[in-house]
């Protein structure tokens, strides 16, 4: 992929499910070929009843973004107004990122750092503070190192149980008013 292609984002909707569960299957298969299975697993997100559904009520209960690559979808994250049920709410209005993945063909090409941009310009056009995220926090910590590098700071670290294991997990926070 070329360096100096168009990003652009625009608004996604429940038409765009089977776009990103795409791009949630190009990163399970890149993250399974590096060994690295905690994170998603070593199932397509596609194939994944759980999965499906979680995507599907995220992008209908919240506003899903899509960052275009050269007008072709290349990475998406969905903004709502609370955490998962896994994570307390902050008590404060808060914007909360979910659902942040790319399809691997544009790795380094600037699309997850141009939605998290657009979240926290959309989080101070609505007039709140605070814009947090979650994410995978184990293994070398490298998730947690692109959201510092994108402004975020990590507040309290969290695990989720899952399949008889800890998922280890990381908030973070930005100030964007």
């Known amino acids: 992929m ?12 429940p038409d765009d499910v089977p776009v990103i569960l795409g791009m949630f299957d190009s990163a399970v298969e890149w993250l399974v070929a590096q060994g ?7 199932t397509p997100w596609s194939e994944n009843p759980r999965a499906v559904a979680m995507v599907t009520r995220y992008v209908t209960e919240g506003v899903p973004y899509i960052a275009e690559y050269d007008g072709v979808p290349a990475a998406t994250l969905t903004l709502t107004d609370a955490p998962g049920e896994y994570l307390q709410p902050a008590d404060e209005p808060e914007r909360f990122i979910h659902i942040l993945a790319s399809d691997r ?11 998290l941009a657009h979240a926290a310009r959309e989080t101070r056009r609505a007039g709140i503070s605070l814009l947090r995220v979650d994410c995978y926090a184990g293994d070398d910590r490298k998730l947690v190192a692109f959201y510092e590098r994108n402004g975020f700071i990590p507040t309290e670290p969290f ?14 926070a930005r100030r964007v008013l």
């Open 2 to 13: 070329e360096k100096n292609g168009k990003i652009s984002i625009r608004e996604g909707g």
């Open 36 to 42: 690295r299975t905690r994170q998603w697993g070593t």
């Open 105 to 115: 063909r544009f790795k380094g090409l600037g699309t997850g750092a141009a939605l």
């Open 159 to 172: 695990t989720v149980p899952v399949g008889g294991d800890d998922w280890p997990g990381q908030v973070l």
